[in-house]
């Protein structure tokens, strides 16, 4: 099992309590547009994406962004790079 195949899975376990955490800290509208920064494997972009517009995530590590694409939301992307130096 891989790095991020251990990160997946430990985000899928408290996906739910996130979701819900994230719900009572973040009001959002509904059109907002979020970005990740050093988003691993997505556990945020994925529990904030059902309550914006679009989620972007960056992460410098390829195989988490691979990881974090495979299940991603229609409206979340992740794209491999520097969060200090965004393309």
């Known amino acids: ?3 991020a195949d251990r990160r997946a899975a430990h985000q ?6 996130l979701a819900e955490r ?6 959002l509208q509904g059109g907002e547009r979020v970005l990740d920064v ?3 494997t997505g556990a ?5 994406a059902p309550s914006v517009r679009e989620v972007v995530g960056i ?7 691979e990881r974090a694409q495979s299940g ?3 409206n979340a992307s992740f794209v491999t790079g520097d969060g200090e130096h965004l393309p």
């Open 1 to 3: 099992m891989t790095k």
């Open 12 to 17: 899928a376990a408290r996906a739910t309590a």
């Open 22 to 27: 994230l719900g009572s800290l973040l009001p």
């Open 38 to 40: 050093g988003c691993g």
């Open 44 to 48: 945020f972009a994925y529990a904030v």
């Open 59 to 65: 992460d410098v590590d390829a195989s988490m962004i």
């Open 72 to 74: 991603a939301p229609a």
